[in-house]
């Protein structure tokens, strides 16, 4: 789709909804993601689907009281104390003092929530040990993430969006009714402020701090007239490395532009359109150890693990970390000798522009919502290896049309949804003695159709249905030109000696390394020479390069009809408890697997039960729910062969089993006094696979692994390949841990018209299980990351100066781990350093 073409969709919605008739004057209608028209109006009645907040949501419930906060998580505006699902409700303020500006930043303000970067633009998301670690262009992510309305199809496009924001809210299990694609592990919403009628303001915050940290974010809003404005915002972000070779920079910027339009009493509509750059070298990396196998007489006796003690600021690229890789024997090359080339950077572009045009008819509010996003990748990574580049271009289109009111005791929710998407990618991966070369294209075309309906019983018992039947149709088109390095027979023992072959380059196509490798009398073969007998070239000891290729052309149609019933109960307006059950399902994907092309969908079944109080005059907060899931047809990626002839070497993409995942979730609010406020919140989840089994290559000594690896063989196309079956049942989920809690505090001192606000809070995570080959070696130690700050401003919060500090154990907790195959080194990405520093703001109404 071209861009004139979206813009002419965009457009066409507008105009189509601007000519319907107007009806009688009603409240303003509710905005593309449930939020209402923005003009200031009192707080709506729980599940009202066209009264709202304006873009401050926060509001007092009580003089004395904790504040409210209203949420739009099931399409209707409501107070989040009284929405009855699982949901984490992150303020603006508590963004900025907790420096969010990539979305990897969200774990530390969401106990449930576990983000981590994974080079280039790259963010995966685990919530409650539901989530996917594959981030290539062909898998589809486990949480949804949501940008003002729009689901995001790719977990590269996340970026550039935590500014001049409403709120963030965290949903935690299967969205698989209300949501735009369905997931398994549940969905992250990005809202940001809309433009306001007859309000002139402007605000904005700037912070500095040590590793020359830049933080900057500013917003403007300006009355058109009285039925129309206009928001700009922006925001930078940047800081130095954080690891002493230079990676783990930060540059980015965006903005972002809104024009709000109050066509009639009953119809509005808004255009926004967004714009964010990402560059800086944010990969970043360190050796942790090497697993060595041990022989003996009677061969393989174990592993034998050396950690490299490495300080977690010191990067893959200092000298020490060149010369630890350096000096490790790569037995299928024959040598030892190996550096990592490529330089990591980001040069990357996101954009999108949407229309929502709200108009109150009947007994409700018509919602339409067309999008159109794209993004442009142009970055290389370098996690244990030379180096991965990607060059990309992403499109989607959505469209949603969506119906929300209310009657008699009835309130409902009916829509549409559409999602395209197209996708073109160049990518190589050089790995020392590998390098795949992939070209390919991939689209998706999901619709869906989705209701939701709440009977109010009586006057406190309210029972919920509602239903989405999703298809989804994909097609994959694309070419893997594969290189293997050998020495020889890769199979002799003992190994073969090549010291002087060179190791696969860095070089950015097929043609190049042919040439790399002819001119330096290689051979470049797609049988492999040690195979064939010595009359016809064949060798057992001279290098070659083995090439295998792999042509995926294929499409998959994957659809279900996924489901949640509900009960709530109000003891009291302050009160209420609820109990749900509720389906999923992650559509399946594809792969550069000959014969293997693609996998299945994985679905998840939850049960909830909760509640949600006030209590002491609304001074006391207290939420707590349990949870129950069964999660089936996990996707799970690693290497493995695929089903060419003969069979290749790849990493694929498969369904691997099932689990069970079970906990609680509890947070509470204490305001002490009207100046002293307390705060916590606490999860206890409990992981187990209970079925986990997937082979990989039997290239000698079994893996580095903990669950059980027993040696046996694979036809595959009427050949016989030696695999391991290897069984991780009763295996806990990777990047989970059991027990994690935040506690926060905060004290505010009046003095006269200004004030002092004193701030502290620490976060704990215990240990967690981080390669996913359950090696015994690696895992996220326990511990805390504490918060600190000091506020000083008029009590009309006109300006503010600020002083804070980041991380004040400076603890780096790890994350990331896999085992580079060929050295047998581990790698793995540390968290951020302590950071400090000062941030001012200022604001005019």
């Given at each position: 789709?071209?861009?004139?073409?979206?813009?002419?969709?965009?457009?066409?919605?507008?105009?189509?909804?601007?000519?319907?008739?107007?009806?009688?004057?009603?409240?303003?209608?509710?905005?593309?993601?449930?939020?209402?028209?923005?003009?200031?109006?009192?707080?709506?009645?729980?599940?009202?689907?066209?009264?709202?907040?304006?873009?401050?949501?926060?509001?007092?419930?009580?003089?004395?009281?904790?504040?409210?906060?209203?949420?739009?998580?099931?399409?209707?505006?409501?107070?989040?104390?009284?929405?009855?699902?699982?949901?984490?409700?992150?303020?603006?303020?508590?963004?900025?003092?907790?420096?969010?500006?990539?979305?990897?930043?969200?774990?530390?303000?969401?106990?449930?929530?576990?983000?981590?970067?994974?080079?280039?633009?790259?963010?995966?998301?685990?919530?409650?040990?539901?989530g996917n670690t594959t981030v290539n262009a062909y898998s589809d992510p486990a949480v949804a993430f949501n940008y003002d309305g729009v689901y995001i199809g790719r977990p590269s496009s996340t970026s550039g969006s935590f500014y001049d924001l409403q709120r963030v809210e965290v949903l935690k299990g299967p969205q698989g009714t209300l949501y735009g694609r369905n997931a398994?592990?549940?969905?992250?919403?990005?809202?940001?402020?809309?433009?306001?009628?007859d309000t002139l303001s402007a605000d904005?915050?700037?912070?500095?701090?040590?590793?020359?940290?830049?933080?900057?974010?500013?917003?403007?809003?300006?009355?058109?007239?009285?039925?129309?404005?206009?928001?700009?915002?922006?925001?930078?972000?940047?800081?130095?490395?954080?690891?002493?070779?230079?990676?783990?920079?930060?540059?980015?910027?965006?903005?972002?532009?809104?024009?709000?339009?109050?066509?009639?009493?009953?119809?509005?509509?808004?255009?926004s359109a967004d714009y964010a750059h990402q560059g800086g070298a944010k990969l970043f990396a360190t050796y942790v150890g090497t697993a060595t196998p041990i022989f003996g007489r009677t061969g393989f006796s174990g592993y034998s693990y050396s950690p490299t003690n490495y300080a977690p600021g010191e990067g893959i690229f200092s000298p020490k970390s060149q010369a630890y890789l350096a000096s490790h024997y790569i037995a299928q090359a024959g040598r030892a000798g190996e550096v990592v080339q490529g330089q990591p950077y980001n040069n990357n572009d996101?954009?999108?522009?949407?229309?929502?045009?709200?108009?109150?008819?009947?007994?409700?509010?018509?919602?339409?919502?067309?999008?159109?996003?794209?993004?442009?990748?142009?970055?290389?990574?370098?996690?244990?290896m030379n180096g991965a580049g990607t060059h990309e271009k992403d499109r989607q289109f959505s469209g949603e049309v969506r119906y929300a009111g209310k009657t008699g005791p009835l309130d409902f929710v009916v829509g549409g949804y559409y999602f395209g998407e197209h996708i073109r990618s160049n990518t190589y991966f050089s790995q020392f003695v590998l390098v795949p070369y992939q070209n390919f294209t991939t689209t998706t075309d999901s619709y869906a159709g989705f209701g939701k309906l709440t009977w109010h019983a009586t006057s406190k018992l309210s029972l919920t249905a509602a239903g989405r039947y999703?298809?989804?149709?994909?097609?994959?088109?694309?070419?893997?030109?594969?290189?293997?390095?050998?020495?020889?027979?890769?199979?002799?023992?003992?190994?073969?000696?090549?010291?002087?072959?060179?190791?696969?380059?860095?070089?950015?196509?097929?043609?190049?390394?042919?040439?790399?490798?002819?001119?330096?009398?290689?051979?470049?073969?797609?049988?492999?020479?040690?195979?064939?007998p010595p009359a016809f070239g064949g060798s057992q000891t001279a290098p070659f390069v083995l090439n295998a290729k792999t042509a995926i052309n294929s499409g998959l149609t994957n659809s279900k009809f996924t489901y949640r019933l509900g009960a709530e109960y109000a003891f009291s307006n302050t009160s209420m408890a609820y109990v749900s059950y509720e389906t999923g399902y992650h559509a399946g994907g594809f792969a550069f697997a000959q014969g293997l092309e693609s996998y299945k969908p994985e679905t998840i079944a939850a049960w909830t039960i909760g509640s949600k109080n006030r209590f002491f005059n609304n001074t006391v907060q207290f939420n707590i729910e349990g949870f129950y899931?069964?999660?089936?047809?996990?996707?799970?990626?690693?290497?493995?062969?695929?089903?060419?002839?003969?069979?290749?070497?790849?990493?694929?993409?498969?369904?691997?089993?099932?689990?069970?995942?079970?906990?609680?979730?509890?947070?509470?609010?204490?305001?002490?006094?009207?100046?002293?406020?307390?705060?916590?919140?606490?999860?206890?989840?409990?992981?187990?696979?209970?079925?986990?089994?997937?082979?990989?290559?039997?290239?000698?000594?079994?893996?580095?692994?903990?669950?059980?690896?027993?040696?046996?063989?694979?036809?595959?196309?009427?050949?016989?390949?030696?695999?391991?079956?290897?069984?991780?049942?009763?295996?806990?989920?990777?990047n989970t841990p059991e027990w994690s809690f935040n506690v926060n505090g905060q004290q505010t001192i009046p003095l006269g018209d200004y004030k002092i606000v004193l701030q502290a809070?620490?976060?704990?995570?215990?240990?967690?299980?981080?390669?996913?080959?359950?090696?015994?070696?690696?895992?996220?130690?326990?511990?805390?990351?504490?918060?600190?700050?000091?506020?000083?401003?008029?009590?009309?919060?006109?300006?503010?100066?600020?002083g804070f500090v980041n991380n004040l154990e400076d603890f780096r907790r790890v994350f990331g781990v896999s085992q580079v195959a060929a050295s047998g080194i581990y790698i793995g990405s540390y968290e951020a350093p302590r950071t400090y520093g000062v941030r001012v703001g200022a604001r005019f109404r």
């Amino acid at each position: 789709m071209t861009m004139n073409r979206a813009i002419l969709l965009l457009a066409s919605a507008s105009v189509l909804a601007m000519a319907t008739p107007a009806h009688a004057q009603t409240p303003p209608p509710t905005s593309a993601s449930g939020d209402a028209a923005p003009v200031p109006q009192s707080l709506p009645a729980a599940n009202s689907p066209q009264g709202g907040a304006p873009n401050s949501t926060h509001i007092d419930t009580s003089a004395e009281g904790l504040e409210d906060i209203v949420v739009t998580a099931q399409r209707v505006s409501e107070s989040a104390q009284r929405a009855p699902i699982a949901i984490s409700v992150i303020k603006p303020e508590d963004l900025v003092q907790q420096a969010v500006t990539r979305p990897e930043d969200l774990s530390r303000v969401v106990p449930a929530l576990v983000a981590a970067s994974t080079g280039g633009s790259y963010t995966t998301f685990v919530v409650r040990g539901v989530g996917n670690t594959t981030v290539n262009a062909y898998s589809d992510p486990a949480v949804a993430f949501n940008y003002d309305g729009v689901y995001i199809g790719r977990p590269s496009s996340t970026s550039g969006s935590f500014y001049d924001l409403q709120r963030v809210e965290v949903l935690k299990g299967p969205q698989g009714t209300l949501y735009g694609r369905n997931a398994t592990g549940g969905a992250i919403n990005v809202i940001p402020n809309r433009p306001q009628l007859d309000t002139l303001s402007a605000d904005g915050t700037v912070s500095y701090g040590n590793y020359n940290t830049v933080n900057a974010q500013a917003a403007v809003n300006l009355p058109i007239s009285t039925s129309g404005a206009f928001r700009l915002a922006g925001n930078y972000a940047s800081h130095d490395p954080f690891y002493n070779d230079g990676t783990n920079d930060q540059h980015e910027y965006g903005a972002r532009a809104q024009v709000y339009a109050e066509l009639t009493p009953t119809l509005n509509t808004r255009i926004s359109a967004d714009y964010a750059h990402q560059g800086g070298a944010k990969l970043f990396a360190t050796y942790v150890g090497t697993a060595t196998p041990i022989f003996g007489r009677t061969g393989f006796s174990g592993y034998s693990y050396s950690p490299t003690n490495y300080a977690p600021g010191e990067g893959i690229f200092s000298p020490k970390s060149q010369a630890y890789l350096a000096s490790h024997y790569i037995a299928q090359a024959g040598r030892a000798g190996e550096v990592v080339q490529g330089q990591p950077y980001n040069n990357n572009d996101f954009w999108g522009i949407l229309s929502e045009t709200n108009w109150q008819v009947g007994p409700g509010t018509l919602t339409v919502v067309p999008a159109y996003r794209e993004s442009r990748l142009d970055n290389l990574i370098t996690p244990g290896m030379n180096g991965a580049g990607t060059h990309e271009k992403d499109r989607q289109f959505s469209g949603e049309v969506r119906y929300a009111g209310k009657t008699g005791p009835l309130d409902f929710v009916v829509g549409g949804y559409y999602f395209g998407e197209h996708i073109r990618s160049n990518t190589y991966f050089s790995q020392f003695v590998l390098v795949p070369y992939q070209n390919f294209t991939t689209t998706t075309d999901s619709y869906a159709g989705f209701g939701k309906l709440t009977w109010h019983a009586t006057s406190k018992l309210s029972l919920t249905a509602a239903g989405r039947y999703t298809q989804d149709k994909k097609r994959f088109d694309g070419t893997s030109d594969t290189y293997i390095l050998f020495c020889g027979n890769p199979a002799s023992f003992p190994p073969n000696q090549c010291p002087t072959v060179p190791f696969i380059p860095l070089v950015p196509d097929a043609a190049s390394l042919r040439a790399f490798y002819a001119a330096r009398g290689v051979p470049v073969t797609n049988v492999p020479l040690f195979a064939l007998p010595p009359a016809f070239g064949g060798s057992q000891t001279a290098p070659f390069v083995l090439n295998a290729k792999t042509a995926i052309n294929s499409g998959l149609t994957n659809s279900k009809f996924t489901y949640r019933l509900g009960a709530e109960y109000a003891f009291s307006n302050t009160s209420m408890a609820y109990v749900s059950y509720e389906t999923g399902y992650h559509a399946g994907g594809f792969a550069f697997a000959q014969g293997l092309e693609s996998y299945k969908p994985e679905t998840i079944a939850a049960w909830t039960i909760g509640s949600k109080n006030r209590f002491f005059n609304n001074t006391v907060q207290f939420n707590i729910e349990g949870f129950y899931w069964k999660y089936r047809n996990q996707q799970f990626s690693t290497f493995g062969y695929d089903l060419g002839n003969p069979p290749t070497t790849v990493f694929l993409t498969r369904n691997v089993g099932k689990s069970t995942i079970y906990g609680v979730d509890a947070d509470a609010q204490f305001l002490v006094t009207r100046n002293t406020l307390l705060s916590g919140s606490v999860q206890y989840v409990h992981t187990n696979y209970d079925s986990f089994q997937y082979d990989v290559p039997n290239q000698g000594a079994p893996p580095p692994t903990t669950c059980g690896a027993q040696a046996g063989n694979s036809v595959i196309n009427g050949v016989t390949e030696a695999v391991y079956h290897i069984d991780c049942s009763g295996q806990p989920a990777v990047n989970t841990p059991e027990w994690s809690f935040n506690v926060n505090g905060q004290q505010t001192i009046p003095l006269g018209d200004y004030k002092i606000v004193l701030q502290a809070g620490t976060r704990y995570r215990g240990r967690a299980q981080e390669d996913p080959s359950y090696s015994s070696y690696i895992y996220a130690k326990a511990g805390t990351t504490s918060n600190a700050s000091i506020t000083f401003g008029p009590t009309d919060e006109r300006w503010f100066v600020t002083g804070f500090v980041n991380n004040l154990e400076d603890f780096r907790r790890v994350f990331g781990v896999s085992q580079v195959a060929a050295s047998g080194i581990y790698i793995g990405s540390y968290e951020a350093p302590r950071t400090y520093g000062v941030r001012v703001g200022a604001r005019f109404r």
